[in-house]
Structure formats: structure tokens, C-alpha cells
């Protein structure tokens, strides 16, 4: 079982920047395929970014791709995302989740992922 829990939403103006974390409990972290998700009001959960559980593979929706940067810190068991000229259009909650899996794998698919954190929300505005 796997326990996560989001930190780091706020309001922030477009152009600026946020730094996310998702703490994770237990001692195999790097055992755990980890992602981002966010959700509007009124709009389905999509995905946003995933990593793999070394940190050695990474992959971004094409919307956040060159913005958004995803990371880990198995030490620590925490997983960070880097929001960077932040648009309007990312104002959503944001979920991170957590997957453990055998070998390298960056998932895209939220159906696949096991364990959610609460979310955190991040507002930008305009």
C-alpha cells in the first residue's frame, strides 16, 4: 500500500511558475511507476506527465511538453513537477498516482495507476 500526498498548488499569474511534490510513503518508491493528472471543472482527468521508477524515463502530454518538467527523488520518496510559463488553461487540480511496477514504464493511462494522492489545486490567472 502506498500512501501519496500533493503539495505545492496556489494562484499564480500567467507566465509564472509552481513547483508540485507528491510524497509517497513506504521504502520501495523506486519500485513505482509515478504520474501526473490534472482535472477542470467540468472536464475529464488527463494525463500530464509520468516517470518511470529509476527517473530514467519520462513522457509529457503535448500540451505541458517544453513547459512542465517531471522528476524524482527515490531518496526522499517524493516526485516533483516543475510548472513553468503557466497558462490559464492549466488551472485544474492536480493529481499525482503510483503504479508498481517490473522494468522501465511511463503510463499514460490513468486506469492503470493503483494509488492517488488528494490533489492539489493550482489556479492561474489570466
Known amino acids: 500500500q502506498v500512501q501519496l500526498v500533493e503539495s505545492g498548488g496556489g494562484l499564480v499569474q500567467a507566465g509564472g511558475s509552481l513547483r508540485l511534490s507528491c510524497a509517497a510513503s513506504g521504502r520501495t518508491f523506486s519500485r513505482f511507476a509515478m504520474g501526473w493528472f490534472r482535472q477542470a471543472p467540468g472536464k475529464e482527468r488527463e494525463f500530464v506527465a509520468a516517470?518511470?521508477?529509476?527517473?530514467?524515463?519520462?513522457a509529457y502530454a503535448d500540451s505541458v511538453k517544453g513547459r512542465f518538467i517531471i522528476s524524482r527523488d527515490n531518496a526522499k520518496n517524493t516526485m516533483y513537477l516543475q510548472l513553468n510559463s503557466l497558462k490559464p488553461e492549466d488551472t485544474a487540480v492536480y493529481y499525482c498516482?503510483?503504479?508498481?511496477?517490473?522494468?522501465?514504464?511511463?503510463?499514460?493511462?490513468?486506469?492503470?495507476?493503483?494509488?492517488w494522492g488528494q490533489g492539489t489545486q493550482v489556479t492561474v490567472s489570466s
Open positions: 516517470i518511470s521508477g529509476s527517473g530514467g524515463s519520462t
Open positions: 498516482a503510483a503504479k508498481r511496477v517490473i522494468g522501465i514504464a511511463t503510463i499514460r493511462n490513468d486506469r492503470e495507476y493503483d494509488f
